[in-house]
């Protein structure tokens, strides 16, 4: 009786071992394990057992249960781990192939740039003005020194609505504008970007439509060296730390003295190529010390207050920084264009 | 204002200083120098040379055959093509072995049979401008003065072996217009002398008064005229050497008298004219404003209508000038004058500059005079042109001037404290450096108690504030030397305004969307300006503009970004997105400006998804574009007061096409293109809206609460609603959250079916319905008693029956 139920562990378990699925080892369970198995029917005969043998003979049928269902669980447990296996082995993808593209669109390169200043000279302390692009002939030239007989008013020939208004054609007007609000109070802290336009035959580098931004700092005793300093924060976050700049006397009727100022040369550090024309300066901005008169006109006292004020042209900023060889690309949208902007630096 | 190096040295010592180190010098201090030109560059082994002998070629009609004496110990043979050469004229030879611009080498050479040991040059081939060779030699060869000797380098006789800056002037620099004033400033940079020109000339006993009277009735128009006049000159050309300054300057060679009077253009600055004396018709000189209709023959032989704005030179009855812009042709110096007027004079800027504008005549002339010339001046230029007319035409100047003089010249007189100068500029200098920077411009300086009192000479004009004078300080000193810092003062918060900050949250969205942003004119066309405009105006027009294409200011952004998507569709790009913010323009009469309002547009054509090789493919359509402004109008927290109404619009498809509404107030639109704008712009089907940006980024919404999150279940009730066709979505959706009462939370549209199974003009909708309270768990007959009053009520008021 001890044999056979050694002889049936082995039997069973050579078959678990050798099953091929899970439906064949829940036979094998069944025929071993189940009420009319193999095991039952030796426990039968142990009626004819002696008392001493029986629990012990009872203790070895558990025990080969016990071998029997351990075998046919740890088998189970393999098989199934064997089907999920294959299963997924059949749901292999090629993970090379391109993903679900999520469309996004992006910012044009002159907000880009716009907004990369906006956000360095608030940072300073600025806030961010805003005027009307038609404008009066008062604020664009007058509140800036440019009365109607002066000579400069050829330099910046103008689309006229009426005799008194005009597109503006530059953003100093919101300059004024700003001035004027503030009461003759200072300081005043503010960045201006907005369209101007010039009365000029589109070309790769002319536009009669183009961005500009602004800035002015008003208050008691702010010093020409100020603007350098202000300047040269703004070459480096713009055009890279190793940037230096240079200021040449220069003239512009509402600031006085006024400068051009010009950035050593990123492609070339200033040795000189063909971006600096072999100067290794790149001229970027001009700027100057606010004309007394501007501030008078707008009612600063000019004994008491000083100030500097700086713009630019967002093209030809865009232009240099990213290489842009037409102006017309920032105006006929391309999306091929538009596309090389995605980058988020 | 171009430079001659030679030149200017006659008046400063640039001895140690190349011409590239002035150029660099002179833009750091003040006046950019745009180039620096070497005239005799690339340029070699051309000499002066005597045609001992011409010939006609033998073998070609055009060709002569010519033997030059080059200086060498026999005379070459040359062939030259010029028709003006000939036997005893002295030429430019380029030798074999010479190099002419371009790197054009010159080689002995077989023309038609014939050797041919070099070539005889015209000045173009010299590397002179066309348009500044004299017009005598414009055709053809050049040739020297006979006194010229052979063999010599021809571009030193030419007087070529020079450079010329180019100064890019300011309008406020008007002072360098003129060699001297070149000079002042050189002199300022370096710390050298100026030396001046010496003028002086023994006159005639004859007096200039005798022949001349002059009589100026529009004093405020020219305060200064000064008339002199010189007997007997012999027309010929100028002098080599100052030939080559005018051509270095840009001023073509005419002949002795014009010659010098540019010369002295150049020179002082100051404009002369030159009549011709016994062509005047008499012997007076009247200054007036001309008369309306008047007219006159400029030396350009144009004739030109004058008005009152217009200043001219009469001969007392009848204009012989126009002043300060160009002479006239019956009065003008020519090869058989004798006796010549010289007119120097101080004529404002004014009505030079209307003048010059109304005739489209800019004169180096008229240039100096808009910007001001130097009234210390016009004597001076006077007597030195009267001096080289004696000298170089060998005229006979009669003994004084006649002038009319209304003009006072007083310098002014400006101070600035030491003080405010470091205080500008924020620098430390002292007072004795200030004082050496204005002694090295020769400005006259007093100082009292820390104020330096400068008089300005009436050269420079431009230097009236003590703004000015702290400039000419801040340059002189050199603003690389200034340190850097930055403002100090009480400080100011840097932000953005709501709005701003709305704006660019807005462009991001879009951007994430899928959108790109575009940005274009404001101006364009008076079609495209209105087509989609929120709101009919006349558009604001330009009163001269450029081309029609850019007239008006617009009125909306649509038919600028169907412009993009034409363009990028042309281009392999048929699906694309774009959007835009920026200003249209509503007219507001002619005294006021135009109400500026910001827009937002966007346009999608063609396909809004598509995954290749999954060979998924979406056009955009209707809903696309609408879910991209209802996440917008949720960022913005306006859903809940935002309508779509279906709605008609020129220029959009009649059945989709719906107005927005905020609040109950129309704020924009969006739809499909009309097909036969599709069709026009060559487009796939094509969705666009346009909105008042302003008016959605100002909405008031309620300052942002959190809401909490629900601890109780939710019960929802699925509804199928058969309705008319015709019927609303939305209407159906108000009418189910009105009846709903507070209780019903959510309410969405699950299902549309409008197919065969349904009876003739009907649809179904299904919408789910979400009711909970927030407090506690509902109760069955809460939610039935509310479900029950929405079902009465899409019943009532759209007609609905359940769907069974
Ligand atoms: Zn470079």
Same mark, same amino acid.
């Not at chain 1, 056979?4 to 378990?13: D, F, S, V």
């Not at chain 1, 100067?279 to 901005?285: A, N, Q, S, V, Y």
């Not at chain 2, 010939?55 to 004496?69: F, G, I, S, T």
């Not at chain 2, 617009?554 to 970004?561: C, D, K, V, Y």
């Given at each position: 009786?001890?044999?056979?139920?050694?002889?049936?562990?082995?039997?069973?378990?050579?078959?678990?071992?050798?099953?091929?699925?899970?439906?064949?080892?829940?036979?094998?369970?069944?025929?071993?394990?189940?009420?009319?198995?193999?095991?039952?029917?030796?426990?039968?005969?142990?009626?004819?057992?002696?008392?001493?043998?029986?629990?012990?003979?009872?203790?070895?049928?558990?025990?080969?249960?016990?071998?029997?269902?351990?075998?046919?669980?740890?088998?189970?447990?393999?098989?199934?781990?064997?089907?999920?296996?294959?299963?997924?082995?059949?749901?292999?993808?090629?993970?090379?192939?391109?993903?679900?593209?999520?469309?996004?669109?992006?910012?044009?390169?002159?907000?880009?740039?716009?907004?990369?200043?906006?956000?360095?000279?608030?940072?300073?302390?600025?806030?961010?003005?805003?005027?009307?692009?038609?404008?009066?002939?008062?604020?664009?030239?007058?509140?800036?020194?440019?009365?109607?007989?002066?000579?400069?008013?050829?330099?910046?020939?103008?689309?006229?609505?009426?005799?008194?208004?005009?597109?503006?054609?530059?953003?100093?007007?919101?300059?004024?504008?700003?001035?004027?609000?503030?009461?003759?109070?200072?300081?005043?802290?503010?960045?201006?970007?907005?369209?101007?336009?010039?009365?000029?035959?589109?070309?790769?580098?002319?536009?009669?439509?183009?961005?500009?931004?602004?800035?002015?700092?008003?208050?008691?005793?702010?010093?020409?060296?100020?603007?350098?300093?202000?300047?040269?924060?703004?070459?480096?976050?713009?055009?890279?730390?190793?940037?230096?700049?240079?200021?040449?006397?220069?003239?512009?009727?509402?600031?006085?003295?006024?400068?051009?100022?010009?950035?050593?040369?990123?492609?070339?550090?200033?040795?000189?190529?063909?971006?600096?024309?072999?100067?290794?300066?790149?001229?970027?901005?001009?700027?100057?010390?606010?004309?007394?008169?501007?501030?008078?006109?707008?009612?600063?006292?000019?004994?008491?207050?000083?100030?500097?004020?700086?713009?630019?042209?967002?093209?030809?900023?865009?232009?240099?920084?990213?290489?842009?060889?037409?102006?017309?690309?920032?105006?006929?949208?391309?999306?091929?264009?538009?596309?090389?902007?995605?980058?988020?630096? | 204002?171009?430079?001659?190096?030679?030149?200017?040295?006659?008046?400063?010592?640039?001895?140690?200083?190349?011409?590239?180190?002035?150029?660099?010098?002179?833009?750091?201090?003040?006046?950019?120098?745009?180039?620096?030109?070497?005239?005799?560059?690339?340029?070699?082994?051309?000499?002066?040379?005597?045609?001992?002998?011409?010939?006609?070629?033998?073998?070609?009609?055009?060709?002569?055959?010519?033997?030059?004496?080059?200086?060498?110990?026999?005379?070459?043979?040359?062939?030259?093509?010029?028709?003006?050469?000939?036997?005893?004229?002295?030429?430019?030879?380029?030798?074999?072995?010479?190099?002419?611009?371009?790197?054009?080498?010159?080689?002995?050479?077989?023309?038609?049979?014939?050797?041919?040991?070099?070539?005889?040059?015209?000045?173009?081939?010299?590397?002179?401008?066309?348009?500044?060779?004299?017009?005598?030699?414009?055709?053809?060869?050049?040739?020297?003065?006979?006194?010229?000797?052979?063999?010599? /380098? =021809?571009?030193?006789? #030419?007087?070529? @072996?020079?450079? !010329?800056?180019?100064? *890019?002037?300011? %309008?406020?620099?008007?002072?360098?217009?003129?060699?001297?004033?070149?000079?002042?400033?050189?002199?300022?940079?370096?710390?050298?002398?100026?030396?001046?020109?010496?003028?002086?000339?023994?006159?005639?006993?004859?007096?200039?008064?005798?022949?001349?009277?002059?009589?100026?009735?529009?004093?405020?128009?020219?305060?200064?005229?000064?008339?002199?006049?010189?007997?007997?000159?012999?027309?010929?050309?100028?002098?080599?050497?100052?030939?080559?300054?005018?051509?270095?300057?840009?001023?073509?060679?005419?002949?002795?008298?014009?010659?010098?009077?540019?010369?002295?253009?150049?020179?002082?600055?100051?404009?002369?004219?030159?009549?011709?004396?016994?062509?005047?018709?008499?012997?007076?000189?009247?200054?007036?404003?001309?008369?309306?209709?008047?007219?006159?023959?400029?030396?350009? /032989? =144009?004739?030109?209508? #004058?008005?009152? @704005?217009?200043? !001219?030179?009469?001969? *007392?009855?009848? %204009?012989?000038?126009?002043?300060?812009?160009?002479?006239?042709?019956?009065?003008?110096?020519?090869?058989?004058?004798?006796?010549?007027?010289?007119?120097?004079?101080?004529?404002?800027?004014?009505?030079?500059?209307?003048?010059?504008?109304?005739?489209?005549?800019?004169?180096?002339?008229?240039?100096?005079?808009?910007?001001?010339?130097?009234?210390?001046?016009?004597?001076?230029?006077?007597?030195?042109?009267?001096?080289?007319?004696?000298?170089?035409?060998?005229?006979?100047?009669?003994?004084?001037?006649?002038?009319?003089?209304?003009?006072?010249?007083?310098?002014?007189?400006?101070?600035?404290?030491?003080?405010?100068?470091?205080?500008?500029?924020?620098?430390?200098?002292?007072?004795?450096?200030?004082?050496?920077?204005?002694?090295?411009?020769?400005?006259?300086?007093?100082?009292?108690?820390?104020?330096?009192?400068?008089?300005?000479?009436?050269?420079?004009?431009?230097?009236?504030?003590?703004?000015?004078?702290?400039?000419?300080?801040?340059?002189?000193?050199?603003?690389?030397?200034?340190?850097?810092?930055?403002?100090?003062?009480?400080?100011?918060?840097?932000?953005?305004?709501?709005?701003?900050?709305?704006?660019?949250?807005?462009?991001?969205?879009?951007?994430?969307?899928?959108?790109?942003?575009?940005?274009?004119?404001?101006?364009?066309?008076?079609?495209?300006?209105?087509?989609?405009?929120?709101?009919?105006?006349?558009?604001?027009?330009?009163?001269?503009?450029?081309?029609?294409?850019?007239?008006?200011?617009?009125?909306?952004?649509?038919?600028?970004?169907?412009?993009?998507?034409?363009?990028?569709?042309?281009?392999?790009?048929?699906?694309?997105?774009?959007?835009?913010?920026?200003?249209?323009?509503?007219?507001?009469?002619?005294?006021?400006?135009?109400?500026?309002?910001?827009?937002?547009?966007?346009?999608?054509?063609?396909?809004?998804?598509?995954?290749?090789?999954?060979?998924?493919?979406?056009?955009?359509?209707?809903?696309?574009?609408?879910?991209?402004?209802?996440?917008?109008?949720?960022?913005?927290?306006?859903?809940?007061?935002?309508?779509?109404?279906?709605?008609?619009?020129?220029?959009?498809?009649?059945?989709?096409?719906?107005?927005?509404?905020?609040?109950?107030?129309?704020?924009?639109?969006?739809?499909?293109?009309?097909?036969?704008?599709?069709?026009?712009?060559?487009?796939?089907?094509?969705?666009?809206?346009?909105?008042?940006?302003?008016?959605?980024?100002?909405?008031?919404?309620?300052?942002?609460?959190?809401?909490?999150?629900?601890?109780?279940?939710?019960?929802?009730?699925?509804?199928?609603?058969?309705?008319?066709?015709?019927?609303?979505?939305?209407?159906?959706?108000?009418?189910?959250?009105?009846?709903?009462?507070?209780?019903?939370?959510?309410?969405?549209?699950?299902?549309?079916?409008?197919?065969?199974?349904?009876?003739?003009?009907?649809?179904?909708?299904?919408?789910?319905?979400?009711?909970?309270?927030?407090?506690?768990?509902?109760?069955?007959?809460?939610?039935?008693?509310?479900?029950?009053?929405?079902?009465?009520?899409?019943?009532?008021?759209?007609?609905?029956?359940?769907?069974?």
């Amino acid at each position: 009786m001890q044999e056979r139920l050694k002889e049936l562990q082995t039997e069973a378990l050579e078959k678990v071992s050798q099953s091929a699925n899970l439906k064949e080892l829940n036979d094998i369970r069944v025929s071993y394990l189940g009420k009319k198995g193999p095991i039952t029917e030796v426990l039968k005969g142990m009626g004819k057992l002696s008392a001493e043998e029986r629990p012990m003979m009872g203790a070895l049928a558990n025990e080969v249960r016990d071998a029997i269902t351990s075998g046919i669980e740890e088998k189970q447990k393999h098989l199934e781990e064997a089907a999920v296996h294959e299963k997924l082995a059949a749901e292999t993808i090629d993970v090379t192939l391109p993903g679900r593209p999520v469309k996004t669109g992006n910012h044009h390169p002159l907000t880009r740039i716009i907004e990369e200043i906006e956000d360095l000279f608030i940072g300073m302390g600025y806030t961010v003005a805003e005027g009307p692009e038609v404008e009066k002939d008062y604020y664009n030239f007058e509140a800036l020194n440019l009365p109607k007989d002066h000579p400069a008013r050829d330099m910046q020939d103008s689309f006229y609505i009426t005799e008194e208004t005009l597109l503006r054609t530059q953003t100093s007007p919101v300059q004024a504008r700003t001035m004027e609000k503030h009461d003759g109070k200072g300081p005043v802290k503010i960045i201006c970007p907005g369209k101007v336009f010039r009365r000029d035959n589109d070309d790769a580098t002319h536009s009669h439509q183009f961005m500009q931004i602004e800035g002015l700092v008003v208050g008691e005793n702010i010093r020409m060296t100020d603007l350098k300093g202000t300047l040269e924060v703004f070459a480096k976050k713009l055009f890279g730390e190793d940037r230096e700049i240079r200021m040449r006397p220069s003239f512009f009727p509402f600031t006085e003295p006024s400068v051009e100022v010009d950035v050593s040369c990123f492609k070339c550090g200033g040795k000189g190529c063909n971006i600096c024309k072999k100067t290794g300066w790149i001229e970027i901005l001009g700027s100057g010390m606010v004309h007394p008169n501007v501030l008078e006109m707008s009612g600063f006292d000019s004994k008491k207050y000083s100030g500097f004020a700086f713009g630019m042209g967002v093209e030809r900023i865009a232009m240099l920084k990213y290489g842009v060889e037409d102006i017309r690309h920032f105006y006929t949208n391309d999306v091929r264009f538009l596309n090389n902007f995605q980058v988020h630096e | 204002m171009y430079v001659s190096y030679k030149w200017l040295q006659e008046y400063v010592d640039l001895s140690g200083v190349s011409p590239e180190e002035l150029a660099e010098k002179i833009t750091k201090s003040g006046i950019e120098v745009e180039g620096v030109e070497t005239l005799n560059e690339g340029i070699s082994g051309v000499v002066v040379g005597y045609v001992q002998e011409r010939e006609q070629h033998p073998n070609a009609d055009k060709l002569n055959k010519c033997l030059v004496d080059i200086g060498a110990e026999e005379p070459v043979q040359i062939i030259c093509g010029a028709a003006n050469v000939d036997k005893g004229q002295k030429v430019a030879v380029a030798t074999v072995g010479a190099v002419l611009p371009g790197n054009f080498k010159i080689k002995k050479a077989k023309l038609r049979g014939e050797e041919s040991h070099g070539m005889i040059c015209s000045l173009q081939e010299l590397g002179f401008e066309s348009k500044l060779v004299a017009k005598e030699f414009a055709e053809g060869i050049y040739n020297f003065p006979q006194d010229t000797e052979v063999g010599l /380098d =021809a571009l030193e006789q #030419l007087h070529r @072996d020079d450079q !010329v800056l180019e100064l *890019g002037l300011t %309008p406020n620099r008007a002072d360098c217009l003129s060699m001297l004033g070149v000079a002042y400033e050189v002199a300022a940079i370096l710390g050298r002398e100026v030396k001046l020109p010496v003028s002086g000339v023994e006159t005639s006993s004859e007096k200039a008064a005798d022949y001349i009277q002059v009589t100026v009735d529009a004093k405020e128009d020219n305060p200064l005229y000064v008339a002199k006049v010189i007997k007997n000159v012999k027309i010929g050309p100028s002098p080599l050497w100052m030939q080559a300054r005018l051509t270095a300057a840009g001023i073509r060679p005419h002949n002795n008298v014009v010659d010098i009077t540019n010369y002295i253009l150049l020179e002082y600055g100051q404009p002369l004219h030159a009549f011709d004396y016994d062509r005047l018709g008499s012997k007076e000189i009247l200054v007036r404003r001309a008369k309306d209709g008047e007219e006159i023959v400029t030396l350009d /032989d =144009a004739k030109r209508k #004058l008005t009152a @704005d217009h200043l !001219v030179i009469t001969n *007392g009855e009848n %204009p012989i000038a126009l002043a300060g812009v160009m002479g006239g042709a019956n009065s003008e110096v020519q090869a058989d004058t004798t006796n010549v007027l010289l007119e120097s004079a101080y004529f404002i800027g004014g009505p030079v500059r209307k003048a010059s504008k109304d005739h489209g005549l800019r004169s180096e002339a008229s240039a100096r005079y808009e910007k001001g010339v130097d009234p210390n001046r016009v004597r001076a230029a006077a007597e030195r042109a009267a001096q080289l007319l004696a000298e170089y035409a060998d005229g006979e100047v009669l003994e004084g001037s006649v002038e009319a003089d209304s003009l006072s010249v007083e310098p002014a007189v400006v101070s600035v404290t030491l003080e405010k100068i470091n205080r500008v500029l924020g620098t430390d200098l002292d007072m004795k450096y200030v004082e050496d920077l204005f002694s090295r411009l020769q400005f006259e300086t007093a100082t009292d108690n820390g104020t330096i009192i400068v008089t300005v000479p009436t050269r420079r004009g431009d230097i009236t504030i003590e703004e000015d004078l702290i400039e000419e300080v801040g340059r002189l000193f050199g603003y690389d030397n200034l340190a850097s810092t930055l403002p100090i003062g009480s400080a100011t918060p840097g932000h953005l305004t709501p709005y701003q900050n709305k704006r660019r949250m807005v462009r991001h969205y879009l951007e994430g969307a899928g959108l790109y942003q575009a940005v274009t004119y404001s101006l364009t066309n008076e079609l495209k300006a209105t087509q989609y405009a929120l709101e009919k105006r006349e558009p604001v027009r330009l009163a001269m503009p450029m081309s029609e294409d850019r007239s008006v200011l617009r009125l909306s952004i649509i038919p600028q970004l169907l412009e993009i998507l034409k363009y990028n569709t042309a281009r392999q790009n048929d699906s694309l997105a774009v959007y835009e913010t920026g200003a249209v323009f509503l007219a507001n009469g002619s005294e006021e400006l135009p109400e500026e309002r910001e827009h937002l547009a966007g346009a999608v054509t063609g396909l809004w998804q598509s995954h290749l090789w999954q060979g998924e493919k979406k056009p955009v359509d209707f809903f696309v574009v609408k879910g991209i402004l209802e996440g917008l109008f949720e960022k913005l927290g306006v859903t809940s007061a935002v309508e779509f109404r279906q709605s008609e619009k020129e220029g959009m498809h009649p059945g989709r096409t719906a107005e927005i509404y905020l609040s109950g107030t129309s704020v924009g639109f969006i739809g499909q293109t009309h097909p036969t704008v599709e069709k026009e712009y060559d487009l796939k089907e094509t969705y666009v809206f346009e909105l008042s940006l302003k008016a959605i980024l100002e909405a008031d919404v309620p300052p942002l609460q959190y809401v909490a999150i629900p601890r109780f279940p939710s019960i929802t009730r699925d509804i199928a609603l058969v309705v008319d066709k015709e019927k609303a979505a939305g209407e159906l959706e108000s009418i189910i959250k009105e009846a709903g009462g507070t209780l019903l939370k959510e309410v969405h549209v699950f299902d549309l079916y409008e197919g065969e199974r349904m009876d003739e003009g009907k649809k179904s909708i299904a919408f789910s319905l979400k009711y909970f309270d927030p407090e506690r768990t509902l109760t069955d007959e809460e939610v039935v008693k509310a479900h029950d009053k929405v079902l009465d009520a899409v019943k009532e008021k759209a007609g609905a029956v359940l769907r069974g």
